[in-house]
Protein backbone atom coordinates (compact mmCIF):
# COMPACT_ATOMS: atom_id res chain seq x y z
CA UNK A 1 0.00 0.00 0.00
CA UNK A 2 2.79 2.50 1.20
CA UNK A 3 5.21 2.10 -2.33
CA UNK A 4 1.73 2.60 -4.42
CA UNK A 5 1.05 5.89 -2.15
CA UNK A 6 5.24 6.78 -2.51
CA UNK A 7 4.67 5.76 -6.31
CA UNK A 8 1.95 7.98 -6.42
CA UNK A 9 3.19 10.78 -4.45
CA UNK A 10 6.14 10.75 -6.72
CA UNK A 11 4.90 11.37 -9.88
CA UNK A 12 2.88 14.13 -9.04
CA UNK A 13 5.41 16.00 -7.70
CA UNK A 14 7.53 15.18 -10.95
CA UNK A 15 4.48 16.76 -13.12
CA UNK A 16 4.45 19.75 -10.39
CA UNK A 17 7.94 20.70 -10.99
CA UNK A 18 7.96 20.06 -14.57
CA UNK A 19 5.04 22.31 -15.41
CA UNK A 20 6.58 24.59 -13.01
CA UNK A 21 3.96 24.90 -10.38
CA UNK A 22 5.84 24.82 -7.31
CA UNK A 23 9.64 25.33 -7.47
CA UNK A 24 10.91 23.19 -4.01
CA UNK A 25 9.40 20.37 -2.48
CA UNK A 26 9.20 19.70 0.96
CA UNK A 27 9.07 16.28 1.97
CA UNK A 28 10.38 12.65 3.57
CA UNK A 29 13.35 10.98 3.17
CA UNK A 30 14.62 7.86 4.37
CA UNK A 31 16.30 8.10 7.75
CA UNK A 32 19.93 7.63 8.59
CA UNK A 33 18.50 5.52 11.49
CA UNK A 34 16.40 2.65 11.24
CA UNK A 35 12.65 3.46 11.18
CA UNK A 36 12.98 6.98 11.18
CA UNK A 37 12.31 9.60 8.39
CA UNK A 38 14.53 12.79 7.70
CA UNK A 39 13.07 16.14 6.19
CA UNK A 40 14.39 16.76 2.87
CA UNK A 41 13.68 19.69 0.36
CA UNK A 42 14.15 18.88 -3.56
CA UNK A 43 14.10 20.99 -5.97
CA UNK A 44 15.46 18.90 -8.94
CA UNK A 45 12.95 16.52 -10.90
CA UNK A 46 15.98 13.84 -10.82
CA UNK A 47 15.90 13.45 -7.01
CA UNK A 48 11.94 12.91 -6.71
CA UNK A 49 12.61 9.95 -6.09
CA UNK A 50 14.49 9.72 -2.64
CA UNK A 51 10.61 11.10 -1.15
CA UNK A 52 9.56 8.44 0.83
CA UNK A 53 5.88 7.41 2.53
CA UNK A 54 5.86 5.32 5.28
CA UNK A 55 4.33 4.76 9.10
CA UNK A 56 7.37 6.80 10.99
CA UNK A 57 6.85 10.24 8.87
CA UNK A 58 6.72 12.08 11.87
CA UNK A 59 8.48 15.32 11.10
CA UNK A 60 5.75 18.75 11.35
CA UNK A 61 7.59 19.96 7.90
CA UNK A 62 5.68 23.13 8.26
CA UNK A 63 8.68 24.34 10.85
CA UNK A 64 10.65 24.37 7.56
CA UNK A 65 7.96 26.77 5.97
CA UNK A 66 8.59 30.34 6.80
CA UNK A 67 12.18 29.52 5.56
CA UNK A 68 11.64 29.09 2.43
CA UNK A 69 11.06 31.80 -0.47
CA UNK A 70 9.09 30.71 -3.70
CA UNK A 71 6.20 28.33 -4.36
CA UNK A 72 6.81 25.58 -2.21
CA UNK A 73 4.66 22.00 -2.00
CA UNK A 74 4.80 20.08 1.65
CA UNK A 75 4.08 16.84 2.39
CA UNK A 76 1.44 16.81 5.05
CA UNK A 77 -0.62 14.71 7.25
CA UNK A 78 -3.47 16.37 8.39
CA UNK A 79 -1.74 17.94 11.69
CA UNK A 80 0.73 19.51 9.64
CA UNK A 81 -1.52 20.97 7.07
CA UNK A 82 -3.39 22.32 10.31
CA UNK A 83 -0.37 23.87 11.29
CA UNK A 84 0.22 25.31 7.58
CA UNK A 85 -3.05 26.53 8.05
CA UNK A 86 -1.93 28.62 11.14
CA UNK A 87 0.55 29.86 9.98
CA UNK A 88 -1.69 31.06 6.82
CA UNK A 89 -3.86 32.80 9.48
CA UNK A 90 -1.18 34.84 11.45
CA UNK A 91 0.51 35.81 8.13
CA UNK A 92 3.85 33.87 8.36
CA UNK A 93 3.44 32.69 5.30
CA UNK A 94 1.28 33.40 2.02
CA UNK A 95 -1.27 30.80 1.33
CA UNK A 96 -0.99 31.13 -2.29
CA UNK A 97 2.81 30.01 -1.96
CA UNK A 98 2.10 26.80 -0.65
CA UNK A 99 1.00 23.88 -1.75
CA UNK A 100 -0.42 21.35 0.21
CA UNK A 101 0.08 17.35 -0.54
CA UNK A 102 -1.58 15.77 1.66
CA UNK A 103 -0.96 11.82 2.97
CA UNK A 104 -2.88 9.63 4.13
CA UNK A 105 -2.03 8.81 7.94
CA UNK A 106 -3.44 5.92 10.32
CA UNK A 107 -1.28 7.60 13.25
CA UNK A 108 2.45 7.72 13.36
CA UNK A 109 3.98 4.49 15.07
CA UNK A 110 6.05 5.30 17.76
CA UNK A 111 8.79 3.14 17.75
CA UNK A 112 9.49 3.14 21.65
CA UNK A 113 6.00 1.92 22.02
CA UNK A 114 6.31 -1.12 19.09
CA UNK A 115 9.42 -2.05 21.14
CA UNK A 116 7.80 -2.47 24.32
CA UNK A 117 4.42 -3.98 23.34
CA UNK A 118 6.97 -6.94 21.75
CA UNK A 119 9.58 -6.74 23.93
CA UNK A 120 12.39 -6.50 21.18
CA UNK A 121 14.84 -3.89 20.60
CA UNK A 122 14.24 -1.97 17.29
CA UNK A 123 17.16 -4.11 15.92
CA UNK A 124 15.89 -6.81 15.82
CA UNK A 125 12.66 -5.56 14.33
CA UNK A 126 12.50 -6.61 10.11
CA UNK A 127 9.56 -4.65 9.13
CA UNK A 128 6.76 -2.63 10.52
CA UNK A 129 3.68 -1.74 7.81
CA UNK A 130 0.13 -1.07 7.81
CA UNK A 131 -2.32 -3.56 6.74
CA UNK A 132 -5.40 -1.56 6.69
CA UNK A 133 -5.94 -0.40 10.17
CA UNK A 134 -3.33 -3.03 11.53
CA UNK A 135 0.29 -2.69 12.20
CA UNK A 136 1.84 -5.64 10.93
CA UNK A 137 5.27 -6.03 12.51
CA UNK A 138 7.63 -8.56 11.31
CA UNK A 139 10.79 -9.87 13.41
CA UNK A 140 12.96 -12.86 13.14
CA UNK A 141 10.28 -16.14 14.10
CA UNK A 142 7.30 -14.56 13.66
CA UNK A 143 5.19 -11.54 13.45
CA UNK A 144 2.44 -9.41 15.06
CA UNK A 145 -0.26 -6.96 14.94
CA UNK A 146 -1.63 -4.42 16.82
CA UNK A 147 -4.47 -1.69 16.57
CA UNK A 148 -3.25 1.75 15.63
CA UNK A 149 -3.84 3.48 19.58
CA UNK A 150 -1.59 0.83 20.96
CA UNK A 151 1.21 1.98 18.72
CA UNK A 152 0.10 5.39 18.09
CA UNK A 153 2.05 8.79 18.89
CA UNK A 154 0.20 10.08 21.89
CA UNK A 155 -0.98 13.00 20.06
CA UNK A 156 -2.31 11.06 17.37
CA UNK A 157 -4.93 9.26 19.83
CA UNK A 158 -7.30 12.55 19.38
CA UNK A 159 -6.65 13.06 15.77
CA UNK A 160 -9.61 14.78 14.23
CA UNK A 161 -9.08 15.18 10.69
CA UNK A 162 -12.42 15.29 9.19
CA UNK A 163 -14.05 18.81 8.36
CA UNK A 164 -10.01 19.81 7.15
CA UNK A 165 -10.50 21.04 3.45
CA UNK A 166 -7.16 22.76 2.51
CA UNK A 167 -5.57 20.54 0.80
CA UNK A 168 -4.93 21.33 -2.92
CA UNK A 169 -3.70 17.25 -3.65
CA UNK A 170 -4.62 14.26 -1.68
CA UNK A 171 -2.52 11.26 -2.52
CA UNK A 172 -4.62 8.18 -1.76
CA UNK A 173 -7.64 8.84 0.72
CA UNK A 174 -7.49 10.30 3.89
CA UNK A 175 -9.68 8.57 6.20
CA UNK A 176 -10.27 9.13 9.79
CA UNK A 177 -8.03 7.68 12.04
CA UNK A 178 -8.52 5.29 14.73
CA UNK A 179 -8.27 7.67 16.83
CA UNK A 180 -9.90 7.28 20.55
CA UNK A 181 -10.10 10.70 22.52
CA UNK A 182 -11.22 9.21 25.98
CA UNK A 183 -7.61 7.11 25.50
CA UNK A 184 -5.97 10.69 25.24
CA UNK A 185 -6.80 12.52 27.41
CA UNK A 186 -6.83 9.46 30.09
CA UNK A 187 -3.22 11.68 31.76
CA UNK A 188 -4.97 14.65 31.35
CA UNK A 189 -7.90 13.80 33.44
CA UNK A 190 -5.64 12.17 36.14
CA UNK A 191 -4.16 15.59 36.44
CA UNK A 192 -6.91 17.42 36.75
CA UNK A 193 -8.49 14.99 39.63
CA UNK A 194 -4.97 16.44 41.71
CA UNK A 195 -4.96 19.32 44.09
CA UNK A 196 -3.23 22.13 43.06
CA UNK A 197 -0.20 21.38 45.17
CA UNK A 198 0.08 17.79 43.72
CA UNK A 199 -0.28 19.08 40.70
CA UNK A 200 2.63 21.55 41.09
CA UNK A 201 4.56 18.84 42.42
CA UNK A 202 4.50 16.65 39.43
CA UNK A 203 5.50 19.63 37.04
CA UNK A 204 8.15 20.31 39.82
CA UNK A 205 9.61 16.62 39.12
CA UNK A 206 9.05 17.26 35.25
CA UNK A 207 11.10 20.49 35.01
CA UNK A 208 13.91 19.48 37.25
CA UNK A 209 14.68 18.02 34.00
CA UNK A 210 14.48 20.13 31.58
CA UNK A 211 18.10 20.94 30.31
CA UNK A 212 16.27 24.49 28.82
CA UNK A 213 18.12 23.51 25.06
CA UNK A 214 14.99 24.68 23.50
CA UNK A 215 14.29 21.82 20.88
CA UNK A 216 10.57 22.36 22.01
CA UNK A 217 10.95 25.55 20.65
CA UNK A 218 12.77 25.47 17.56
CA UNK A 219 10.71 22.31 16.49
CA UNK A 220 7.51 24.10 16.87
CA UNK A 221 5.81 25.70 13.68
CA UNK A 222 4.02 28.14 15.24
CA UNK A 223 6.73 29.88 17.99
CA UNK A 224 7.77 32.03 15.02
CA UNK A 225 8.94 35.03 17.19
CA UNK A 226 12.27 36.87 15.70
CA UNK A 227 13.03 37.35 19.51
CA UNK A 228 11.56 35.09 21.97
CA UNK A 229 11.14 36.36 25.81
CA UNK A 230 13.76 34.17 27.18
CA UNK A 231 16.27 35.74 25.15
CA UNK A 232 15.39 39.19 26.70
CA UNK A 233 17.83 40.62 29.30
CA UNK A 234 15.75 43.69 30.38
CA UNK A 235 13.52 42.87 31.58
CA UNK A 236 14.50 39.47 32.82
CA UNK A 237 11.73 37.32 32.37
CA UNK A 238 13.45 34.36 32.86
CA UNK A 239 16.33 33.60 35.08
CA UNK A 240 19.77 32.15 33.25
CA UNK A 241 19.38 30.18 36.79
CA UNK A 242 19.16 26.52 36.35
CA UNK A 243 15.92 26.29 38.37
CA UNK A 244 13.14 24.31 37.67
CA UNK A 245 10.53 26.93 38.82
CA UNK A 246 12.26 29.24 35.87
CA UNK A 247 12.65 25.98 33.37
CA UNK A 248 8.66 25.84 34.13
CA UNK A 249 8.16 29.67 33.54
CA UNK A 250 9.61 29.48 30.09
CA UNK A 251 7.37 26.35 29.00
CA UNK A 252 4.40 28.08 30.66
CA UNK A 253 4.70 31.44 29.26
CA UNK A 254 5.43 29.51 25.93
CA UNK A 255 2.32 27.58 26.11
CA UNK A 256 0.22 30.68 26.54
CA UNK A 257 1.95 32.46 23.73
CA UNK A 258 0.92 29.47 21.08
CA UNK A 259 -2.45 29.45 22.68
CA UNK A 260 -4.58 29.46 19.20
CA UNK A 261 -1.83 28.67 17.33
CA UNK A 262 -0.85 25.25 18.52
CA UNK A 263 -2.54 22.08 17.25
CA UNK A 264 -1.03 19.65 19.47
CA UNK A 265 1.02 17.43 16.68
CA UNK A 266 2.92 16.26 19.67
CA UNK A 267 6.53 17.78 18.10
CA UNK A 268 7.68 19.09 21.13
CA UNK A 269 7.08 16.61 23.41
CA UNK A 270 9.17 14.25 20.38
CA UNK A 271 11.98 17.15 20.24
CA UNK A 272 12.47 16.86 23.88
CA UNK A 273 15.67 15.14 24.93
CA UNK A 274 15.02 14.43 28.71
CA UNK A 275 10.90 13.48 27.79
CA UNK A 276 9.13 15.74 29.65
CA UNK A 277 4.87 14.79 29.04
CA UNK A 278 4.41 18.28 26.95
CA UNK A 279 1.48 16.63 25.41
CA UNK A 280 0.07 16.84 28.97
CA UNK A 281 0.24 20.84 28.41
CA UNK A 282 -0.62 21.33 24.68
CA UNK A 283 -3.47 18.74 25.10
CA UNK A 284 -4.74 20.75 27.60
CA UNK A 285 -4.60 24.23 26.41
CA UNK A 286 -6.11 22.57 23.11
CA UNK A 287 -9.21 21.48 24.94
CA UNK A 288 -8.77 24.88 26.96
CA UNK A 289 -9.08 27.09 24.12
CA UNK A 290 -12.05 24.81 22.74
CA UNK A 291 -13.86 24.59 26.03
CA UNK A 292 -13.94 28.79 26.43
CA UNK A 293 -14.01 29.71 22.62
CA UNK A 294 -15.19 26.60 20.88
CA UNK A 295 -11.91 27.33 18.83
CA UNK A 296 -9.55 24.77 16.99
CA UNK A 297 -6.51 25.81 15.46
CA UNK A 298 -5.45 25.92 11.95
CA UNK A 299 -8.99 24.75 10.34
CA UNK A 300 -10.00 27.59 8.60
CA UNK A 301 -7.54 30.17 6.79
CA UNK A 302 -9.92 32.50 6.93
CA UNK A 303 -10.78 32.74 10.46
CA UNK A 304 -9.32 35.64 13.00
CA UNK A 305 -6.28 34.30 15.22
CA UNK A 306 -7.43 33.84 18.30
CA UNK A 307 -5.81 36.47 19.95
CA UNK A 308 -6.94 38.29 17.05
CA UNK A 309 -10.24 37.85 17.75
CA UNK A 310 -13.33 38.26 20.46
CA UNK A 311 -16.80 37.98 21.09
CA UNK A 312 -18.47 40.97 23.58
CA UNK A 313 -20.51 38.13 25.56
CA UNK A 314 -17.54 35.33 26.77
CA UNK A 315 -15.64 33.83 29.28
CA UNK A 316 -17.24 36.38 32.03
CA UNK A 317 -17.34 33.55 34.86
CA UNK A 318 -14.02 33.97 35.07
CA UNK A 319 -13.42 36.97 35.92
CA UNK A 320 -14.17 38.67 39.47
CA UNK B 1 -0.90 32.07 59.56
CA UNK B 2 -3.54 34.74 61.16
CA UNK B 3 -1.27 37.37 60.93
CA UNK B 4 -0.40 36.95 56.87
CA UNK B 5 -0.31 39.56 54.95
CA UNK B 6 -0.53 39.16 51.13
CA UNK B 7 1.33 41.53 48.40
CA UNK B 8 -0.93 41.47 45.88
CA UNK B 9 0.51 43.52 42.33
CA UNK B 10 -2.14 44.77 40.40
CA UNK B 11 -1.91 45.92 36.72
CA UNK B 12 -4.24 48.97 36.54
CA UNK B 13 -4.71 49.98 33.38
CA UNK B 14 -4.22 54.41 32.51
CA UNK B 15 -7.60 55.27 31.45
CA UNK B 16 -10.11 53.56 33.77
CA UNK B 17 -8.67 51.25 36.78
CA UNK B 18 -5.79 53.52 37.52
CA UNK B 19 -8.55 56.08 37.86
CA UNK B 20 -10.54 54.21 39.63
CA UNK B 21 -7.98 53.49 42.19
CA UNK B 22 -7.51 57.20 42.38
CA UNK B 23 -10.78 58.27 42.81
CA UNK B 24 -10.97 55.45 45.85
CA UNK B 25 -7.81 57.59 46.71
CA UNK B 26 -8.91 61.31 46.74
CA UNK B 27 -12.26 59.62 48.25
CA UNK B 28 -10.52 58.56 51.22
CA UNK B 29 -12.32 55.64 50.80
CA UNK B 30 -10.73 52.22 52.81
CA UNK B 31 -9.04 49.52 51.71
CA UNK B 32 -6.57 46.77 52.38
CA UNK B 33 -2.95 48.12 51.78
CA UNK B 34 -1.65 45.07 50.43
CA UNK B 35 -1.58 46.11 46.86
CA UNK B 36 1.19 46.95 44.59
CA UNK B 37 -0.22 49.04 42.04
CA UNK B 38 1.51 48.69 38.30
CA UNK B 39 0.30 51.51 36.18
CA UNK B 40 -0.44 49.83 32.51
CA UNK B 41 -1.47 51.83 29.31
CA UNK B 42 -4.12 49.20 28.87
CA UNK B 43 -4.88 46.01 30.31
CA UNK B 44 -4.15 44.24 27.19
CA UNK B 45 -0.61 45.02 27.65
CA UNK B 46 -0.44 42.64 30.55
CA UNK B 47 1.04 39.53 28.74
CA UNK B 48 1.07 36.19 30.77
CA UNK B 49 4.62 36.46 30.93
CA UNK B 50 4.11 39.70 33.58
CA UNK B 51 1.88 37.35 35.67
CA UNK B 52 4.46 34.47 36.17
CA UNK B 53 7.42 37.33 36.66
CA UNK B 54 5.32 38.48 39.46
CA UNK B 55 4.24 35.59 40.94
CA UNK B 56 8.33 34.20 40.83
CA UNK B 57 9.40 37.16 42.54
CA UNK B 58 7.46 37.13 45.72
CA UNK B 59 4.14 38.19 44.53
CA UNK B 60 0.99 36.12 46.20
CA UNK B 61 -1.69 37.14 43.97
CA UNK B 62 -1.74 39.26 40.65
CA UNK B 63 -4.65 41.34 39.88
CA UNK B 64 -5.34 42.65 36.36
CA UNK B 65 -7.72 45.38 35.48
CA UNK B 66 -8.50 46.71 33.28
CA UNK B 67 -11.98 49.21 31.63
CA UNK B 68 -15.27 47.04 31.90
CA UNK B 69 -15.66 45.18 28.24
CA UNK B 70 -17.13 47.67 25.49
CA UNK B 71 -15.37 50.86 27.31
CA UNK B 72 -11.40 50.54 26.61
CA UNK B 73 -10.54 53.77 25.81
CA UNK B 74 -8.32 51.95 22.80
CA UNK B 75 -12.07 50.20 21.63
CA UNK B 76 -10.91 46.24 21.67
CA UNK B 77 -7.73 46.19 24.56
CA UNK B 78 -10.06 44.51 27.74
CA UNK B 79 -11.60 41.86 24.79
CA UNK B 80 -8.57 40.82 24.01
CA UNK B 81 -7.28 41.11 27.91
CA UNK B 82 -10.17 38.92 28.54
CA UNK B 83 -9.64 35.62 26.07
CA UNK B 84 -5.55 36.03 27.03
CA UNK B 85 -6.16 36.17 31.21
CA UNK B 86 -9.03 33.78 30.74
CA UNK B 87 -6.55 31.03 29.30
CA UNK B 88 -3.89 32.20 31.82
CA UNK B 89 -6.12 31.51 34.56
CA UNK B 90 -7.01 28.34 33.06
CA UNK B 91 -3.98 27.39 32.40
CA UNK B 92 -1.61 27.87 35.36
CA UNK B 93 -4.58 25.98 37.47
CA UNK B 94 -3.67 22.94 35.67
CA UNK B 95 -0.24 23.74 36.08
CA UNK B 96 -0.70 23.81 40.02
CA UNK B 97 -1.50 27.66 40.50
CA UNK B 98 -4.44 28.03 43.09
CA UNK B 99 -7.07 30.09 40.78
CA UNK B 100 -7.11 32.82 43.49
CA UNK B 101 -3.38 34.37 42.90
CA UNK B 102 -4.57 35.38 39.07
CA UNK B 103 -7.38 37.47 39.17
CA UNK B 104 -8.84 39.83 36.75
CA UNK B 105 -12.03 42.29 37.05
CA UNK B 106 -13.16 45.11 35.55
CA UNK B 107 -13.41 49.03 37.42
CA UNK B 108 -14.44 51.89 35.64
CA UNK B 109 -12.80 55.42 36.41
CA UNK B 110 -16.27 56.58 38.20
CA UNK B 111 -15.70 53.16 40.52
CA UNK B 112 -13.92 54.34 43.35
CA UNK B 113 -16.18 51.68 45.75
CA UNK B 114 -15.67 49.18 43.01
CA UNK B 115 -12.10 49.06 43.30
CA UNK B 116 -12.13 48.91 46.71
CA UNK B 117 -14.25 46.26 46.87
CA UNK B 118 -12.21 44.51 44.69
CA UNK B 119 -9.48 44.82 46.33
CA UNK B 120 -10.98 43.73 49.71
CA UNK B 121 -12.34 40.83 47.75
CA UNK B 122 -8.95 39.91 46.13
CA UNK B 123 -7.33 40.03 49.69
CA UNK B 124 -10.01 37.92 51.44
CA UNK B 125 -9.56 35.35 48.77
CA UNK B 126 -5.65 35.37 48.97
CA UNK B 127 -5.59 34.97 53.25
CA UNK B 128 -7.20 32.02 52.93
CA UNK B 129 -4.24 30.38 51.34
CA UNK B 130 -0.16 30.12 52.46
CA UNK B 131 1.90 32.78 51.45
CA UNK B 132 3.31 32.02 47.61
CA UNK B 133 6.21 29.90 48.26
CA UNK B 134 5.69 27.89 44.76
CA UNK B 135 8.68 29.63 43.21
CA UNK B 136 10.89 29.58 46.01
CA UNK B 137 12.38 26.14 47.01
Redesign the interface.
Known amino acids: MTEDLEQKLRDEVRTLLEKGKIEHVIGYGEGSLKFATTPIMISDQADVDRLVINPFIHNNLSVLLPEVSGKVAVVAKVCDARSIISLVQNKQVARENVFIIGVPCNGIVDVAKVEKLTGLDRDEIDAVTWKDDRLVVTFAGGSKEFSAPEVALDSCLDCDCSGFKEFDLVIGEITPVAANKELSRVRIKEMEAMTPAQRWEFWKNEFSRCIRCYACRQICPVCFCERCFVEETEPLWVSPLPRWQDNLIFQAVRMMHVAGRCTDCGECQRACPVNIPLGLLTGKMEDIVDELFDYRAGMDKDAAPLMAAYEPEEAEDLMR | MDTFEPKIVAFCCNWCSYAGADLAGTSRMQYPPNIRIIRVMCSGRV???FV??AL?VGADGVLVLGCH??DCHYL?GN??T?????????????????PERV????CSASEGSRFAE?VS??TDDLKQLSPNR???D
Open positions: NPSLKSPGTYRRRRMAITKKFLEYMGVEQVSWVAVLFN
